[in-house]
């Protein structure tokens, strides 16, 4: 046997492992959702790191014995992990179907470390492609109808394919970190990470980044929609169990917040902070018995929050209070508890600046049992106050019928109210920017001469070519007629006006009949009655970022895109030009 075998034995016969703990967090508001049990050598001696050492294990058929070693000793230290909170076991994927592991991971065994099954989720791990297919997709729905989480690791990597998704149908899926790694300079990443996140969200499949190692790639997953994250940026594993400091929690809200307003720009959806009211709010030793008994004398109080220095750390339900004192023996178990050992500490908590669809689309993905309770909201970090469901739906329903109304009816795009606010937001901030503008030429005359129906053909097949060249959530308008509108948040834009063009004139020449395209022109009455030929309709396009001019009112702004489109009106077919 080789030397790395005796290094293996060696750990196995002294249990020389030490667990330790990386937080899985939401990207969302930071909170952490559970931790992954990693392993480190305790042996200083050994010259060898845990990679090599499960390497080691599978090459000399003790993948079994460490695997178990690993797992007990996370496990052993679990006691002091909170509850509510998962514990991720990695487990390899032709082991979890063996009938020892099964045995092992009964109720009894889990009370033991004062555990149940809702707190686990199997990891399964990769190393090596799956054996049976069959008993591995037989074992993941024995544990799921167990109620323990199966979770997909390093998808995107190795045998960790789609086909293992479909099978498995797992609740959670885990991104390799190789995807993770420089995000934010690589289309491809992003486009993939995008796909698996969506993907996820309509198959109920919680979506976690792996790897996340700077503030660059987590800025880049947060706006991809990536709902948990873990990595050395956020927290290294830890023999203790600890949450990402705040610093990384309020970094996560605001860089979430930042994200919502671009995918929600349209400010006739008002933030959370404008529908938040004061609340209740107690103190965390405040005793229990004291407050339940606030509560009996004073019905309005239907919830309240806990504070601690400002920040809300718990929440509750009058209802649920009621019930910890009810039954035969609640009221001496827990009137002489402090409220902060009795409230939740998993409650939904959105920044003051969050429009307010995004809250009611975080809302309605909790439990059931949560689904009604109100959200908690934050500003810089402290407690503000609380919005409750009814006011919430109350104010979507508004902000939809308030959208519609003023949307173009053609093309179903906002119209002049909205695309002015957009306006507005982007020319007195200091984000970048470049607003475009899109003109049809020649539309009117095609218009008269082959009727107002195909003119309405041609102006939704601009809309739609806008629609699908947005890539990074561009606002699009229709100001009215031929003329629409393209914001963006970022500066350079001539790819995507190029992309436009080649699009439309590609596809602009199936609403002509074939004689008029083979000519080039057609006949048509021009604005004074004249009977004039006129060329294929093409675009003029204009466009202004603050790239180099910033503007400081609206005058400047609309004197300088007048002047830039009539600079390219004048021009012969489509042109486009960007200040």
């Given at each position: 046997m080789d030397d790395k075998y005796h290094q293996l034995d060696r750990v196995l016969e002294g249990r020389h492992l030490i667990p330790v703990f990386q937080p899985i967090v939401s990207l969302v508001d930071g909170k952490t959702y559970g931790f992954e049990a990693l392993t480190r050598i305790s042996e200083k001696e050994l010259d060898m790191n845990i990679e090599e050492m499960f390497q080691t294990a599978f090459k000399h058929n003790k993948s079994w014995e460490l695997e178990t070693l690993c797992r007990v000793k996370a496990l052993e230290h679990s006691v002091y992990m909170e509850r509510g909170k998962k514990l991720f076991l990695n487990v390899n994927c032709n082991i979890i179907y063996d009938t020892a592991f099964?045995?092992?991971?009964?109720?009894?065994?889990?009370?033991?470390?004062?555990?149940?099954?809702?707190?686990?989720?199997?990891?399964?791990?990769?190393?090596?492609?799956?054996?049976?297919?069959?008993?591995?997709?037989?074992?993941?729905?024995?544990?799921q109808k167990q109620n323990y989480g199966i979770a997909i690791d390093d998808v995107g990597a190795g045998y960790s394919g789609l086909n293992v998704i479909a099978n498995a149908r797992p609740d959670l899926i885990k991104l390799d970190m190789n995807m993770i790694r420089n995000?934010?300079?690589?289309?491809?990443?992003?486009?993939?990470?995008?796909?698996?996140?969506?993907?996820?969200?309509?198959?109920?499949?919680?979506?976690?980044?792996?790897?996340?190692?700077?503030?660059?790639?987590?800025?880049?997953?947060?706006?991809?929609?990536?709902?948990?994250?873990?990595?050395?940026?956020?927290?290294?594993?830890?023999?203790?169990?600890?949450?990402?400091?705040?610093?990384?929690?309020?970094?996560?809200?605001?860089?979430?917040?930042?994200?919502?307003?671009?995918?929600?720009?349209?400010?006739?959806?008002?933030?959370?902070?404008?529908?938040?009211?004061?609340?209740?709010?107690?103190?965390?030793?405040e005793k229990a018995l004291q407050i339940y008994e606030t509560l009996q004398n004073n019905p309005s109080i239907?919830?309240?929050?806990?504070?601690?220095?400002?920040?809300?750390?718990?929440?509750?339900?009058?209802?649920?209070?009621?019930?910890?004192?009810?039954?035969?023996?609640?009221?001496?178990?827990?009137?002489?508890?402090?409220?902060?050992?009795?409230?939740?500490?998993?409650?939904?908590?959105?920044?003051?600046?969050?429009?307010?669809?995004?809250?009611?689309?975080?809302?309605?993905?909790?439990?059931?049992?949560?689904?009604?309770?109100?959200?908690?909201v934050e500003r810089e970090g402290k407690y503000w106050g609380i919005v409750t469901i009814k006011d919430l739906l109350e104010?979507?329903?508004?902000?939809?019928?308030?959208?519609?109304?003023?949307?173009?009816?053609?093309?179903?795009?906002?119209?002049?109210?909205?695309?002015?606010?957009?306006?507005?937001?982007?020319?007195?901030?200091?984000?970048?920017?470049?607003?475009?503008?899109?003109?049809?030429d020649n539309f009117k005359s095609y218009n008269d001469a082959y009727s107002f129906q195909s003119g309405d053909m041609m102006l939704m097949l601009l809309a739609d070519i806008l629609k699908k060249t947005a890539v990074k959530s561009e606002f699009i308008g229709h100001i009215g007629g031929d003329d629409f509108i393209v914001i963006c948040d970022y500066h350079e834009a001539e790819n995507f006006c190029r992309e436009v063009i080649d699009?439309?004139?590609?596809?602009?020449?199936?609403?002509?009949?074939?004689?008029?395209?083979?000519?080039?022109?057609?006949?048509?009455?021009?604005?004074?009655?004249?009977?004039?030929?006129?060329?294929?309709?093409?675009?003029?396009?204009?466009g202004i970022s603050n790239r180099t001019k910033s503007y400081h009112n609206m005058d400047s702004f609309s004197a300088d895109i007048a002047e830039l489109k009539k600079k390219c009106k004048r021009q012969t077919g489509s042109y486009y030009e960007i200040y």
């Amino acid at each position: 046997m080789d030397d790395k075998y005796h290094q293996l034995d060696r750990v196995l016969e002294g249990r020389h492992l030490i667990p330790v703990f990386q937080p899985i967090v939401s990207l969302v508001d930071g909170k952490t959702y559970g931790f992954e049990a990693l392993t480190r050598i305790s042996e200083k001696e050994l010259d060898m790191n845990i990679e090599e050492m499960f390497q080691t294990a599978f090459k000399h058929n003790k993948s079994w014995e460490l695997e178990t070693l690993c797992r007990v000793k996370a496990l052993e230290h679990s006691v002091y992990m909170e509850r509510g909170k998962k514990l991720f076991l990695n487990v390899n994927c032709n082991i979890i179907y063996d009938t020892a592991f099964r045995e092992g991971f009964t109720k009894s065994f889990l009370q033991k470390y004062g555990l149940n099954s809702n707190d686990i989720i199997f990891e399964i791990t990769e190393r090596v492609s799956i054996l049976d297919t069959h008993a591995f997709t037989a074992a993941v729905e024995h544990y799921q109808k167990q109620n323990y989480g199966i979770a997909i690791d390093d998808v995107g990597a190795g045998y960790s394919g789609l086909n293992v998704i479909a099978n498995a149908r797992p609740d959670l899926i885990k991104l390799d970190m190789n995807m993770i790694r420089n995000v934010q300079k690589d289309e491809t990443k992003r486009m993939l990470i995008k796909a698996l996140s969506d993907f996820g969200k309509n198959a109920e499949i919680l979506v976690i980044a792996e790897g996340i190692e700077t503030k660059e790639e987590l800025e880049t997953l947060i706006s991809l929609g990536v709902g948990y994250g873990q990595g050395y940026f956020l927290g290294y594993p830890d023999p203790d169990f600890k949450d990402i400091s705040k610093e990384k929690a309020d970094l996560i809200k605001s860089y979430q917040a930042r994200s919502y307003i671009r995918m929600n720009k349209t400010s006739i959806y008002p933030m959370a902070g404008y529908l938040s009211r004061s609340g209740h709010t107690f103190f965390p030793d405040e005793k229990a018995l004291q407050i339940y008994e606030t509560l009996q004398n004073n019905p309005s109080i239907t919830e309240f929050t806990v504070t601690e220095e400002g920040a809300a750390i718990g929440f509750m339900t009058r209802t649920a209070l009621v019930e910890k004192f009810g039954g035969r023996y609640g009221f001496s178990l827990n009137s002489k508890k402090s409220i902060q050992q009795l409230t939740s500490k998993n409650f939904l908590s959105v920044n003051y600046d969050m429009p307010i669809n995004q809250v009611s689309k975080l809302a309605m993905q909790r439990q059931y049992e949560q689904l009604y309770n109100p959200i908690v909201v934050e500003r810089e970090g402290k407690y503000w106050g609380i919005v409750t469901i009814k006011d919430l739906l109350e104010a979507c329903t508004k902000a939809e019928v308030d959208t519609a109304m003023h949307s173009n009816p053609l093309t179903g795009l906002p119209g002049n109210l909205l695309i002015d606010q957009e306006i507005l937001y982007r020319v007195l901030g200091n984000a970048p920017y470049c607003i475009i503008y899109f003109d049809i030429d020649n539309f009117k005359s095609y218009n008269d001469a082959y009727s107002f129906q195909s003119g309405d053909m041609m102006l939704m097949l601009l809309a739609d070519i806008l629609k699908k060249t947005a890539v990074k959530s561009e606002f699009i308008g229709h100001i009215g007629g031929d003329d629409f509108i393209v914001i963006c948040d970022y500066h350079e834009a001539e790819n995507f006006c190029r992309e436009v063009i080649d699009q439309f004139t590609n596809r602009v020449t199936s609403l002509y009949h074939k004689e008029d395209i083979e000519r080039g022109y057609i006949v048509s009455k021009n604005r004074r009655g004249l009977t004039e030929e006129f060329p294929i309709a093409s675009l003029s396009v204009a466009g202004i970022s603050n790239r180099t001019k910033s503007y400081h009112n609206m005058d400047s702004f609309s004197a300088d895109i007048a002047e830039l489109k009539k600079k390219c009106k004048r021009q012969t077919g489509s042109y486009y030009e960007i200040y």
